[in-house]
């Protein structure tokens, strides 16, 4: 099977809106799943797109975990979008920091997430319950971009070394078929207000590591699971036997596992 590698196919993307004519920014629909992968995510793509941060995570156990995340990426953009007082417009001008980011707050309606994940409670993490748990958020975010009419969807979770990139654009790209389904084809083979999945590996280029940095640069909150009650378990039991890190290297993300003697 051939690997995609889909920061090159973004960076392909990006050259094309550079070189573009278009007056306006494309708009892009952007689920996050918090503001510590956001930090990268966000700084690097509000040069190119007009972005529309969706915050849509019912996997999050409790509600005072999520309320916190919550916040927590809200303020992140205060920050950003404070960043752009004073500083050029024009996206061709030398020192253009971005278009301002907006945010929308989706449901917490985690009995949604429950319906297909407690009967995968012991699958660990990366398996079957997550790939649901991805295409859960997603396809509310396609939904949502559909309706709001945006140019382009995506995710901030190709960033995580700990989630699966190819699944995500797997699961991106058919929700993108799916739309496009339902529309009237054009001649040149693009469809009408079909929202476009946004491929991303956001890990690359050291964006898990600029992420760390940014993180610690805002003085973010960076929580130590993924957010299910499953993955909290998960955390408890390793933490109690092991440290873990995560170290970067050439843009490939290496897990390695440091095991209490
Ligand atoms: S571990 Fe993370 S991605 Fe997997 S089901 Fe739980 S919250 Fe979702």
Known sequence: MQIVNYQKELDKLIKKIEQGTDEKAPTLFLHSCCAPCSSYVLKYLRKYFAITVFYYN????ERAEYEK????QKRLIQIYNAQLADKPVNPKAEGFPGYPIAIVEGDYDCENF????????NCPEGGERCFLCYELRLRKTAQLAEEGSFDYFGTTL????????????????KLEQEMSGTKESRQDGMTLGTPKWLVS??????GYKQSIELSHEYNLYRQDFCGCVYSKAERDRISKRSISRI???NGENIIVIKRKP
């Open 247 to 249: 170290r970067e290297d």
């Open 69 to 72: 995340r919550v916040e927590e």
């Open 201 to 206: 590996d956001f890990k690359k280029k050291e």
């Open 158 to 173: 190709t960033i995580s070394p700990l989630k699966n990139a190819a699944k995500l654009n797997e699961i991106g790209l």
């Open 114 to 121: 429950y319906k297909f994940a407690a009967p995968l409670a």
């Open 58 to 61: 019912p996997n999050i156990s």
